[in-house]
């Protein structure tokens, strides 16, 4: 990186970004050794934090609100930092809100917003190489005298955007931050904090496996890890065996766990999708924001326990979801859009997809992809049930009539769009098509008379769908588009769709 730190742009900013990237080799070798992320993980990133000129006791300046979890923790920080964009509209407090979040769909940058906007490239740029070039200035030993952290080297990529997003929060003075965590708690990146607003646990789930656990007791110690002495704590209806899991914890860390019900001040509240699933989260989701405007000298609306002040029920109904139940009408195609990366989330979609296509007519196409988890197969069968067809006869599909799954490379002619580069994955999986042809050989189990495709691209994937629509469908019939799974598939598409650089 020789070039001044004027002229270095986004695009440098998301290819140096890649270089931190974990290749698949590395990871496979690791697995085998059965190396985790563990205490260490945590030093190093208290080391790079001190590297680029901060302390974690300057992380208690953003008030950050930290949500862990398996399902939902993405749609419960969205709801609080809506909530917050609500009473900054109405009495300019809090004045900036922060919000991390992961993955991105478009573009990088979506994962640090400001009052609820991705930052710009700019700013992007701006932050990510003045992170980059602290990092290979400094000559700050470890605090414990350890050598594990090289001088000049960097945390990769997860982590790498975790610091750039503490120094862009900090220094353009936002007063309060949503923070999910991304793999875990107890070690992950986010952690470094120690004096939260509040923390909150979503629902609890099998994922991850590998890093956390196959057992979600074993996953439930990690998410607790997030729990902090002096903050509150909340967390929502769990399975018996994490909820135990969840109290002893915070027993040990002498932290306040609220076990929430299901809000009854949500009662009308129309939130998206109306289930109780996202009632769940957006029960959470006032907890902490109910908590955060509180220690934040917030005044909120007295309305004696019974509904929710004007503001939150504003900002619960607002919040926007993007490739989460979104559908979108083009010509003679209906496109239903939702990324559902585990077993239990992509049961609950194919329903919701199910539901909204039930009094439709026009052929039904399923597009999708789950990249580098050899368990996504098992997968589609829920799909396949959830969307079986009461009337169909024994020659025709038996649930949807046409069925692609890609690789989540974007375009035809020039492959991954930057921001979206995997280096995680075998690349020989993805040149081979190995798991999709995988997925093809399962649904031709499930359904023989199902028209599958395995294809490249995503693009060439919405393309099928299109030519579907052009055939000429009977009057009043639209093709009805599903695509699911992979969030990396659902960005890619819904960058092609809009045509968008940024959601």
């Known amino acids: 990186m020789a070039s001044s730190a004027t002229t270095r742009s986004y695009n440098d900013a998301i290819d140096a970004l890649n270089t931190l990237q974990t290749p698949y080799e590395v990871i496979e070798a690791r697995r085998k050794a059965g190396i985790k992320p563990d205490a260490a993980s945590i030093r190093e990133m208290r080391t790079y934090l001190n590297r680029i000129g901060y302390s974690t006791s300057d992380l208690d300046r953003l008030n950050i609100i930290h949500v862990a979890g398996t399902k939902g923790k993405g749609s419960t920080c969205a709801f609080v930092d809506s909530i917050l964009a609500e009473y900054r509209q109405k009495s300019g407090t809090p004045r900036k809100s922060g919000l991390f979040i992961s993955p991105h769909l478009i573009a990088v940058r979506e994962r640090i917003r400001i009052n609820s906007a991705p930052i710009s490239e700019v700013l992007f740029a701006k932050y990510?190489?003045?992170?980059?070039?602290?990092?290979?200035?400094?000559?700050?030993?470890?605090?414990?005298?350890?050598?594990?952290?090289?001088?000049?080297?960097?945390?990769?990529?997860?982590?790498?955007?975790?610091?750039?997003?503490?120094?862009?929060?900090?220094?353009?003075?936002?007063?309060?931050?949503?923070?999910?965590?991304?793999?875990g708690g107890e070690f992950d990146a986010t952690n470094v904090v120690e004096r939260p607003l509040a923390s909150g646990i979503s629902t609890l789930g099998i994922d991850h496996v590998y890093v956390l656990g196959d057992t979600v007791d074993k996953i439930a110690w990690h998410k607790a890890g997030i729990m902090?002495?002096?903050?509150p704590a909340?967390?929502?209806?769990?399975?018996?065996?994490?909820?135990?899991?969840?109290?002893?914890?915070?027993?040990?860390?002498?932290?306040?766990?609220?076990?929430?019900?299901?809000?009854?001040?949500?009662?009308?509240?129309?939130?998206?999708p109306m289930a109780?699933?996202?009632?769940?989260?957006?029960?959470?989701?006032?907890?902490?924001?109910e908590t955060a405007l509180e220690r934040l000298g917030v005044k909120t609306e007295q309305t004696n326990g019974k509904k929710l002040p004007e503001?939150?029920?504003?900002?619960?109904?607002?919040t926007s979801f993007r490739g989460r139940c979104e559908v979108k009408a083009e010509d003679n195609i209906i496109w239903h859009?939702?990324?559902?990366?585990?077993?239990?989330?992509?049961?609950?979609?194919?329903?919701?997809?199910?539901?909204?296509?039930?009094?439709?007519?026009?052929p039904r196409v399923l597009i999708f992809n789950q990249q580098g988890r050899t368990e996504a197969v098992d997968f589609l069968e829920s799909v396949f049930l959830a969307?079986?067809?009461?009337?169909?006869?024994?020659?025709?599909?038996?649930?949807?009539?046409?069925?692609?799954?890609?690789?989540?490379?974007?375009?035809?002619?020039?492959?991954?769009?930057?921001?979206?580069?995997?280096?995680?994955?075998?690349?020989?999986?993805i040149e081979g098509m190995t798991a999709q042809r995988r997925f093809a050989d399962k649904w031709a189990q499930l359904d023989p008379n199902a028209d599958v495709h395995v294809i490249t691209t995503i693009q060439e994937a919405l393309d099928y769908a299109r030519g579907l629509a052009a055939n000429g469908l009977p009057e009043g019939a639209a093709v009805q588009a599903y695509v699911t799974g992979s969030l990396h598939l659902v960005g890619g598409a819904l960058g092609i769709l809009e045509q968008a650089d940024a959601l």
């Open 311 to 318: 503001e939150f029920v504003n900002g619960l109904e607002k």
């Open 128 to 183: 990510f190489f003045e992170v980059w070039d602290r990092l290979e200035s400094s000559t700050l030993q470890p605090e414990d005298g350890g050598s594990e952290v090289p001088l000049g080297s960097k945390p990769i990529y997860g982590r790498y955007l975790t610091l750039v997003s503490w120094h862009a929060f900090l220094q353009e003075r936002v007063d309060v931050a949503v923070y999910e965590t991304g793999v």
């Open 228 to 231: 902090k002495a002096g903050s």
């Open 387 to 429: 969307n079986k067809k009461a009337s169909a006869s024994a020659s025709d599909a038996q649930s949807f009539d046409h069925v692609v799954f890609c690789t989540n490379v974007t375009y035809a002619k020039t492959g991954y769009k930057r921001d979206f580069v995997n280096k995680q994955v075998d690349p020989k999986e």
């Open 234 to 272: 909340f967390t929502v209806e769990q399975f018996p065996d994490a909820a135990e899991v969840l109290r002893r914890r915070s027993v040990e860390k002498k932290v306040q766990l609220t076990e929430l019900p299901l809000d009854p001040r949500l009662e009308g509240v129309r939130i998206k």
């Open 276 to 289: 109780t699933f996202q009632k769940r989260n957006a029960s959470l989701a006032v907890a902490l924001a």
């Open 337 to 362: 859009v939702d990324g559902a990366h585990t077993a239990d989330s992509l049961k609950v979609s194919a329903k919701w997809f199910a539901s909204e296509t039930e009094n439709n007519t026009g």
